[in-house]
């Protein structure tokens, strides 16, 4: 069903395996981890501008707070005006809602697409099929290693399931590692540690939308709730996939850092030229000279 998102995301994985493998070799897991990482840096580095776009779209929208309050009492009954309202005030201000959104689609699709990808390399279990789907088939050891995974040929997955990271394999969870549960917890737990800090740091960094019950909600699960669900993730999502999620959440960290500084020079900036234009004199009057 999401064939779209899952070859191309396999596209872009294996030219990256490809490129890592050729001084690592590609049963490394060195290398493998490196092209998930490298897979992140990719998709997260063509989200820039849209993500940068999104924040000054917050940005505008903290400022039209007020307004947005004045609007709600104004029209507190009757709903629709209400709604129409805000969304001229929003077209008139240049915010869009949609492109809000655009950053956390691809990213979900991304997730998606990875975790199916990489959970097809192994589909000797009855969670190895689809996303969050489980199979009353899987196959056998032998089937499994002779078959493709999307745009990886049979000896990129035996290379997969041979790569190992500190002794992990990288589709072992630590909910199933079994002998393996110290090597794999060796990896997973610092993962997980630093996924969920650099969650609650970037909930941080980042300016509450408004001061309403439903702003205050979000700003409590973003600084709560999903590092609490990172940390939950670690005990059943696989080394690879755990990976991933702390890749992803450093750079999340990081980029709302930059553009937050980003954003604070700019709204300086534009004060300085505020306060230019006051102190300049208006046309047809001549600058005052202070007598000595």
């Known amino acids: 069903m999401l064939d779209f998102v899952y070859f191309p995301v396999s596209a872009v994985l294996w030219c ?8 690592l070799g590609p ?5 493998w981890l490196l092209a998930v990482i490298a897979l992140v840096v990719t998709v997260r580095a063509l989200l820039v501008r849209t993500a940068l776009r999104q924040a000054r779209s917050q940005k505008i929208l903290r400022s039209l707070q007020p307004q947005m309050d004045t609007i709600r009492r104004t029209h507190r009954d009757d709903p629709r005006a209400q709604a129409e309202k805000v969304r001229q005030l929003h077209r008139d201000n240049g915010v869009s809602m949609f492109a809000g959104f655009v950053p956390l689609i691809a990213q979900g699709l991304v997730f998606l697409g990875l975790f199916h990808v990489l959970r097809s390399f192994d589909r000797t279990g009855t969670y190895a099929v689809g996303p969050f789907t489980a199979t009353d088939t899987p196959l056998s050891i032998e089937t499994n290693s002779a078959t493709a995974n999307y745009l990886f040929g049979v000896p990129e997955v035996r290379a997969f399931l041979d790569a190992t990271l500190f002794g992990a394999p990288l589709s072992a969870t630590l909910s199933d590692a079994g002998e393996v549960f110290v090597a794999v917890a060796v990896l997973a737990v610092p993962l997980v540690v630093i996924a969920a800090l650099a969650t609650h740091l970037t909930a941080r960094i980042t300016p509450p939308t408004g001061d309403n019950s439903t702003a205050a909600i979000l700003r409590t ?9 990172a940390l939950i993730g670690g005990a059943i999502l696989p080394v690879v996939v755990l990976v991933y999620f702390a890749t992803n959440a450093v750079w999340t ?9 980003k954003l604070d020079a700019e709204t300086a900036a534009d004060k300085q030229v505020v306060v ?3 102190a300049a004199p208006r046309p047809g009057v001549k600058p005052q000279r202070h007598k000595r």
């Open 16 to 23: 990256w395996h490809q490129l890592f493998a050729i001084p």
């Open 27 to 31: 049963a490394s897991g060195v290398a």
């Open 221 to 229: 699960l973003s600084l709560w709730v999903f590092p609490a669900g």
């Open 253 to 261: 960290c990081g980029q709302q850092y930059l553009i937050r500084r």
């Open 276 to 278: 230019a234009r006051a």
